[in-house]
């Protein structure tokens, strides 16, 4: 009894942090597609490295935890102070346009926080 217990709580954390898994994949194609779109080759290229860091952890829930704080670690070495994405933001000449054009960007960075801080 105690054994069927612990396997049902054990599929029901992996299945929470697939879907997890999946919420940050989510996130990072929509930056993805906005650093693409604004001309961040060298972003392009990280974020593609963090989505196939998650593309592992989704095809391997037993290393999911794992995948999940090295896509983690990656990601905030972009972001620390002086990084290359703590200094990407979309330029445009016209401020109002600049702002709204920069608030999705600003949306996804802080979901991608809250869900990595979920997920541990």
């Known amino acids: ?17 697939i879907a997890s898994v999946q919420r940050l994949q989510a996130l990072f194609l929509k ?15 990280n974020v593609s490295h963090i989505l196939a860091i998650l593309g592992e952890a989704e ?7 794992e995948r999940v704080a090295e896509a983690r670690g990656f990601y905030r070495s972009m972001s620390v102070v002086k990084g290359e994405f703590a200094e990407f933001h979309i330029w445009r000449e016209d401020f109002n346009e600049r ?12 979901s991608i926080w809250k869900e990595f801080e979920s997920h541990v």
Do not use: C, F, W, Y
């Not at 597609?33 to 972003?43: H, Q, R, T």
């Not at 095809?59 to 935890?65: G, I, N, Q, R, V």
């Not at 702002?99 to 802080?110: C, G, S, T, V, Y």
């Open 31 to 45: 930056l993805h597609a906005i650093v693409s779109s604004e001309g961040g080759k060298n972003l392009v290229r």
């Open 59 to 65: 095809e391997d829930p037993a290393l999911s935890a």
């Open 99 to 110: 702002l709204e054009l920069n608030q999705p960007l600003e949306a996804i960075r802080e």
């Open 1 to 17: 009894m105690i054994s069927n217990v612990r396997r049902l709580t054990q599929a029901m954390a992996s299945d929470s942090q």
